[in-house]
């Protein structure tokens, strides 16, 4: 499967039952295609929606996600203005959101909306997500084109928010975020550690039970 499918595929086995959950742009909107068929699970879009479905299906051109891509709702949907859609992020409702990423470091610190120099629309909600949801995970390719790390000791990049992010999914591995530091705790199938150190540019502990990602 190609990398974006991967990372979303694994994202999509960290919820729960009930969970309400918010999904970024980009590979982030791809997880609600994999959420399995016995969990149930909200999908918020920070747009204006609860109940957001998978794409597969997806022909109303006025129904997207805070993307613009089309998507489906599910049964028992609700559609509201942006007052109330932050009003549910703001009030800690929101279990988990799951964020694309420029830089993640160390420390938990998340870069992801502004490259210096580049035109940019705006930060978007993620400044607001990743404070109001109780877990932030990162799903992100583990490396830039340029072959350029993306977990870095510090992030150069302008920061979203410090210390906010718990776990990072990439196309190599798992990372969560610990009070010690950086743990990786699973391999991509046919990933290697040598690969993940040639890449990963933060120091990091390797976990005793690392394990193979299921996907």
Same mark, same amino acid.
């Given at each position: ?97 799951? *964020?694309? =990423?420029?830089?993640?470091?160390? &420390?938990? $610190? #998340?870069?992801?909306?502004? /490259? ?34 993306k977990i870095v000791k510090k992030c150069s990049l302008p920061l979203t928010a410090r210390g906010e992010v718990d776990m990072i999914v990439t196309n190599l591995a798992v990372f969560h975020v610990r009070p010690e530091g950086l ?15 040639? *890449?990963? =540019?933060?120091?990091?502990?390797? &976990?005793? $039970? #690392?394990?193979?990602?299921? /996907?």
């Amino acid at each position: 499967m190609d990398n974006r499918t991967l990372i979303a595929k694994r994202v999509a086995q960290e919820f729960k039952d009930g969970d309400v959950v918010n999904l970024g742009i980009g590979i982030p909107t791809l997880v609600a295609d994999y959420i399995p068929a016995d969990i149930d699970v909200t999908l918020h879009s920070e747009n204006g929606f609860t109940g957001l479905g998978p794409a597969d299906g997806a022909t109303d051109p006025d129904l997207t996600n805070a993307g613009a891509s089309l998507v489906t709702c599910k049964r028992g949907s609700a559609m509201f203005d942006s007052a109330l859609s932050f009003a549910i992020v703001r009030g800690r409702h929101l279990d988990a959101t799951v *964020l694309g =990423a420029l830089e993640v470091d160390e &420390a938990g $610190n #998340l870069a992801n909306w502004m /490259v210096p120099g580049k035109m940019v629309p705006g930060m978007g909600g993620a400044m607001d997500l990743v404070v109001g949801a109780k877990r932030v995970i990162v799903a992100m390719e583990h490396a830039g084109k340029d072959g350029s790390a993306k977990i870095v000791k510090k992030c150069s990049l302008p920061l979203t928010a410090r210390g906010e992010v718990d776990m990072i999914v990439t196309n190599l591995a798992v990372f969560h975020v610990r009070p010690e530091g950086l743990v990786l705790t699973e391999l991509a199938p046919g990933a290697e550690l040598d690969t993940v150190r040639a *890449l990963t =540019a933060a120091d990091y502990k390797v &976990a005793a $039970n #690392l394990t193979t990602m299921r /996907v």
